[in-house]
């Protein structure tokens, strides 16, 4: 179906050089399996599986399937003091895939609301347990949280913050990251170096005293500064520091979750566990959407106290729980277990990983990082910064029929958990020519 000029016009597009964009507009129409359809016909590969959220391919028969019968059943009910069927279900399905512990869910419509529902929740439990001192919230240098004033005072990209660096969120600190090329570069999985630097915390609670705190926010790896794996250590310093001083740690799983580094969550796999979990993409693989908070008990036992017939935590969305999302999650998330996408996730590891450390050697590139299924080949800069990447990105959508993501000049990959591994070779077959040719 072709848009005209006047409708794209119409698109004020998110996180897009709109002028650029417009004056050659790469549009999708349709998509199936691993692949898109361009609006000129062209079967385009999907070497980033949607936006970090369509894990299992596009259009799956099975959650397609679910969200037709369930707008036909029920397409929307009031979520405040009722609840409906197929969201109680499907936080059934979320907790019994979440780690033990994490027996409560509360979901929100994204990424960005998750975070700012967990940063509610944090200040609140201090609070309902006497502790209203404990306001201080620590992010990370580097950190990519949303876009909610919440998430963008905890996150750490300075791009996304500079407009509106006078409205952001009091007492907010931020830990340093961890990407250091001169140490770390071409890691393979976790680097060695760097762990110390979560002893940062440690100093940041004697300069507030601990006890005024509320909580710490990390991906566990950070995906949209470049993937930024953690250094062997660093998570479990953090937990550490975090429980000698009485504070909260949130994993923002948004996009870790749901087998993207092999495990249900990036908890499991690092046998580090948070206090709070945020989660959305993978919930629904994409297709409506959907986020969750998942809380450990104590954090939900806290809230439980006063008048029985007294709201307990006054937060929420009109979307909570929206029962077309919930079926798509139900459906997604039985789709995780019935074919075993978590290990055939973890069986890609070893090759994705080659596929992009190929490129160590080659005279553009300065750095290669990967972690489960998430992978970047950084780009030496020329020119203006981000030219070089944003010109890779539409040499391969144009010229090689494949669809990769850039930030700046580190092109970003994020395969599908059941990739064929023929299509992932002949992918980076394709981006090496793309390389190649860039000036």
């Not at 909570?320 to 590891?349: D, K, M, T």
């Amino acid at each position: 179906m072709a848009v005209n000029p006047q409708e794209l016009e119409s698109f004020w597009m998110p996180f897009c050089a709109n002028r650029d964009f417009k004056a050659n507009p790469r549009i999708i129409e349709s998509a199936s399996g691993h692949y898109y359809q361009s609006v000129d016909h062209r079967k385009i590969y999907d070497l980033f599986s949607g936006l970090w959220t369509s894990g299992i391919g596009h259009c799956h028969p099975k959650i397609v399937a679910a969200v037709q019968e369930q707008v036909a059943t029920l397409d929307f009910a009031l979520s405040f003091q009722m609840g409906n069927v197929t969201a109680i279900k499907a936080a059934g399905k979320l907790t019994e895939l979440a780690p033990a512990g994490f027996n409560h869910c509360f979901f929100t419509n994204s990424g960005s609301e998750s975070v700012d529902t967990a940063l509610k929740m944090v200040l609140a439990y201090h609070r309902v347990g006497g502790h209203a001192e404990r306001t201080r919230l620590i992010g990370r240098e580097r950190g990519y949280h949303g876009v909610n004033f919440g998430g963008i005072s905890v996150g750490g990209m300075s791009p996304n913050r500079k407009m509106f660096s006078a409205n952001l969120l009091p007492g907010v600190d931020h830990l340093p990251h961890t990407h250091n090329i001169a140490h770390t570069a071409f890691s393979r999985g976790q680097p060695q170096w760097g762990a110390h630097l979560a002893d940062e915390l440690e100093r940041i609670a004697l300069l507030h005293d601990g006890s005024n705190i509320a909580a710490v926010i990390v991906e566990p790896v950070a995906g949209s500064a470049g993937v930024i794996p953690p250094p062997v250590g660093y998570l479990e310093r953090l937990r550490k520091i975090c429980d000698s001083h009485g504070i909260l740690l949130i994993f923002d799983e948004v996009i870790t979750g749901f087998g993207r580094v092999g495990d249900s969550f990036a908890t499991q796999r690092f046998g580090v566990m948070p206090d709070i979990i945020t989660t959305a993409k993978g919930l629904t693989n994409g297709v409506i959407p959907m986020g969750a908070v998942l809380v450990q008990d104590h954090v939900y036992d806290r809230f439980m106290q006063g008048p029985p017939h007294a709201i307990e935590f006054l937060h929420g969305y009109t979307y909570s729980g929206h029962p077309v999302a919930a079926a798509a999650a139900l459906a997604a998330l039985e789709v995780y277990e019935e074919e075993g996408i978590f290990a055939q996730a973890r069986e890609l590891e070893t090759l994705f990983e080659e596929a992009l450390h190929d490129f160590r050697d080659h005279p553009k590139v300065i750095d290669v990082r990967n972690f489960g299924l998430m992978g970047a080949i950084e780009l030496a800069s020329i020119g203006s910064p981000g030219e070089r990447g944003l010109a890779a990105h539409k040499k391969c959508f144009w010229e090689h029929d494949l669809v990769i993501r850039n930030g700046m000049d580190t092109l970003q990959f994020s395969p599908f958990l059941n990739s064929r591994p023929d299509d992932l070779h002949r992918a980076f077959e394709h981006v090496r020519q793309v390389i190649d040719e860039l000036d």
